[in-house]
């Protein structure tokens, strides 16, 4: 086991700048998702770590050792693709014992490592079928069983799940969760959904256009967004981020809704962040016009507006109405975030 720590990374593609200057660390045994949206480098971050691109500037350690110019095969790490990566023309077994039969392993030693991964896994009964044999599922356990059988310092995974259904994506999120507190190795993951960083991470590490907006436990990042970035990618629903200003004894929006504040609250607010399962049904609350109702059985889910100003709420009771029915919401002041014309948190 080992930790990594990336010291002002940089990476270029010619005279196009992809990460500018990124710093993690990353404790032995911790689980971090890198997260963020396409295009963000949070691959190419992970691609730098297993050595598969080359890092521009700065530094990359892993386990203390300074890792920038070692090759891939010496670095002592495993990947798992997004794609699964298996050889169509060997068994599952063959495929979790190649790089062992690389590294001329004693057969016995082979047969040991991947009988114990299989059962780790629940491969057993798999071991002789071919990978045109498996569903997504299977594919993607035999990737992690060949990652396993190596016994590395640190697993990166890149998009794994992304392939996969939406059933089967939880029920795989839950397997890999459980795997890496079970060998306790220090363990790198990339998505881009930010319901699996929430689920699955120790430390989640939010990157936008090559670099990092915010980092930590993901219940703090949910609750002290540090910037309207991080605040609308971190949760589902997303949170409602309202553009306006405090005045007349409240919050006044651009589309006229005047929402409560907090007491002392920030007279620098610009954008007034309130998410939407923070929302209550109250008699006492904001009219707002009904736009959309969506059931989706566990809560209902309400686009809506209050004056012309578009929010969203998520409710646990049932609401029933039309477009253009009235209800009354109130937003729990606590709960209120407000950020500043910077973007950043006030």
Do not use: W
């Not at 979790?96 to 059962?119: Q, T």
């Not at 992690?144 to 939406?166: C, T, W, Y």
């Not at 620098?268 to 904001?286: F, K, Q, W």
């Not at 566990?298 to 009771?317: C, D, H, K, N, Y």
């Amino acid at each position: 086991m080992a930790s990594v720590s990336v010291r002002q990374a940089l990476k270029s593609f010619g005279s196009t700048k992809i990460l500018h200057g990124v710093d993690v660390e990353i404790a032995d045994g911790e689980f971090v998702v890198l997260v963020g949206p396409s295009g963000c480098g949070k691959s190419t971050l992970l691609r730098m770590i297993a050595g598969l691109e080359n890092i521009s500037g700065g530094e990359i350690a892993i386990g203390g050792r300074v890792v920038n110019r070692v090759p891939p095969k010496d670095r002592d790490i495993a990947m798992v693709f997004q794609n699964y990566a298996l050889y169509p023309h060997m068994t599952v077994r063959e495929n979790m014992a190649f790089s062992m039969k690389l590294a001329k392993a004693p057969r016995e030693i082979m047969d040991e490592e991947v009988n114990r991964a299989a059962k780790i896994l629940g491969l057993d009964a798999l071991l002789d079928r071919y990978p045109r044999q498996l569903s997504g599922g299977q594919r993607q356990r035999v990737a992690m069983g060949r990652a396993i059988v190596r016994h590395p310092q640190v697993f990166l995974f890149d998009e794994p799940l992304s392939n996969l259904d939406a059933k089967l994506r939880v029920q795989m999120r839950s397997e890999i969760r459980e795997l890496q507190l079970r060998l306790a190795t220090t363990t790198i993951y990339v998505t881009h959904d930010q319901i699996e960083a929430m689920t699955m991470a120790d430390q989640i590490v939010v990157m936008n256009g090559g670099r990092i907006e915010q980092a930590g436990a993901p219940l703090a990042l949910y609750d002290r967004p540090a910037n309207t970035f991080v605040a609308g990618f971190i949760g589902s629903p997303a949170m409602n981020l309202i553009p306006g200003q405090v005045a007349d004894g409240g919050f006044r929006a651009e589309g006229g809704a005047l929402l409560p504040l907090p007491p002392g609250a920030s007279t620098r607010a610009t954008t007034y962040g309130i998410r939407p399962e923070h929302l209550s049904l109250a008699e006492d609350g904001i009219e707002a016009r009904l736009v959309v109702v969506e059931p989706t059985g566990s809560e209902t889910q309400v686009a809506m507006r209050i004056a012309e100003t578009p929010l969203t709420g998520a409710f646990r009771e049932r609401v029933a109405g039309r477009m253009g029915d009235s209800i009354r919401v109130k937003p729990d002041l606590s709960l209120v975030h407000l950020f500043g014309p910077d973007g950043q948190r006030v």
